[in-house]
């Protein structure tokens, strides 16, 4: 399995922020995305993830309810927008991916375990 992220590297406090995360080589049809992030100095965090098979997202964290997570599996695609980007939202954002699995609930510690990692996208916010 391979994941790229891409998107804006640098957003303006209260503005919305657009994340991609490109996807192949998964041998199975059912598969997890999530979605992480790792703020300067603490550990790496769950966002949210959304599953292949029912396109179902779940989401997780003290940015639940400024984030949405959407697949366009037709592009081998899965977004992240955050809306009203906060300065503690800076960070390395990374995507994941567990292949052959289907579950509905943000599941961090099964991604740190068995998870495919894309290497990370930096994004700055500025005041």
């Known amino acids: 399995v391979q994941l790229v992220e891409s998107g804006e590297g640098l957003v303006r406090a209260g503005e919305s922020l657009k994340l991609s995360c490109s996807f192949s080589?998964?041998?199975?049809?059912?598969?997890?995305i999530g979605w992480f992030r790792r703020a300067p100095g603490k550990e790496r965090e769950g966002l949210g993830c959304i599953n292949s098979i029912d396109r179902s997202v779940d989401y997780t964290g003290p940015v639940k309810g400024r984030i949405s997570i959407s697949g366009d599996y037709d592009k081998s695609t899965v977004h992240l927008l955050m809306s009203n980007v906060k300065p503690e939202d800076a960070g390395v954002y990374y995507c994941?991916?567990?292949?052959?699995?289907?579950?509905?609930?943000?599941?961090?510690?099964?991604?740190?375990?068995?998870?495919?990692w894309g290497k990370g996208t930096q994004v700055t916010v500025s005041s």
């Open positions: 994941a991916a567990i292949d052959g699995v289907t579950f509905g609930v943000m599941w961090p510690e099964k991604f740190e375990q068995v998870g495919s």
């Open positions: 080589g998964f041998t199975f049809d059912d598969f997890v």
